[in-house]
């Protein structure tokens, strides 16, 4: 937040002898990509990474070229399929496979958010005709909207084999054990590559990881789990274009 802050500080306080120089720049976009998500449990659930899609749209200000920085307040609204995909594994560490069907078992949680991230942003390059690397970062909240759940085993006959010592709270009901908490922020940072072009507008794509600090179940002592947050990486591609350009955009390069 305190970073946030400070960038729009450097946005909107006019400055008597200014070093850098103005900018008032606005565009907006769309974006796609994938989220790549394990939670972090406590009790650990050994999974592998949940691959679901992330689109959205972005807005971006861009209030100040200092020295040979290009500051940027960039807000998004997402749609994201987060959750996890578990690895069921017996008190030997191996898969474990379902006497019925003779195939591994699986079990996959699909969680559905829509994000709000707000980013400060950094770039060094062109800003309206080739390319520009840049970093982000920010704080980012979620809310909840549904779930559902995937697997190829009932309920009732799931312990052919005697899993190991992991936690099955999460898988062990014939009802899925619904989220809790459906308010979700935490912190998210990145890089990436924009190629800008006068007249078609902005093509960019970056890497990100954002860290749930939040937990989806409860995390009282009397409830199973002491955490249960998100962690995410997500690759995506946007395309932007101009709103508002400063005046003398012809002089920039």
């Known amino acids: ?30 974006s ?14 050994p999974q592998n990474f949940h691959v679901g899609p992330m689109f959205g749209a972005t807005f971006r200000y861009t209030c100040e070229k200092y020295f040979k920085s290009i500051c940027s307040i960039q807000a998004e609204v997402n ?3 987060l959750g996890w995909d578990e690895n069921i594994m017996d008190k030997t560490d191996r898969p474990v496979i379902n006497l019925g069907t003779g195939k591994e078992e699986k079990y996959k949680r699909t969680m559905n958010y829509v994000q709000v991230p707000i980013l400060a942003r950094l770039g060094w390059g062109r800003e309206n005709q080739g390319g520009q690397f840049y970093v982000v970062a920010g704080p980012q909240i979620g809310f909840f909207l549904s779930e559902s759940t995937t697997s190829n085993f ?18 062990d009901s014939m009802e899925v054990m619904p989220v809790e908490n459906k308010f979700d922020y935490g912190i998210t940072a990145g890089v990436g590559f924009e190629y800008s072009m006068k007249r078609l507008g902005h093509f960019a794509i970056d890497a990100r990881y954002y860290y749930g600090l939040g937990d989806f179940y409860g995390n009282a002592k009397k409830d ?6 998100h962690g995410a990486i997500v690759v995506k591609l946007s395309y932007l274009f101009d709103i508002k350009k400063t005046k003398d955009w012809k002089n920039i390069k």
Not at 4 to 30: K, S
Not at 32 to 45: D, I, R
Not at 154 to 171: A, F, G, L
Not at 224 to 229: D, H, I, V
């Open 224 to 229: 199973f789990f002491g955490r249960s947050n």
């Open 154 to 171: 009932e309920y009732t006959d799931r312990y052919n084999v005697d899993p190991s010592n992991m936690p099955v709270s999460q898988i």
């Open 79 to 81: 749609y994201a399929s």
């Open 32 to 45: 796609a990509g994938v989220a790549l998500n394990k939670v972090g449990f406590t009790p650990n659930v």
């Open 1 to 30: 937040m305190l970073l946030c802050a400070a960038f729009v500080l450097l946005c909107t306080i006019p400055t008597m002898a200014q070093v850098g120089e103005h900018r008032n720049d606005f565009a907006i976009g769309a």
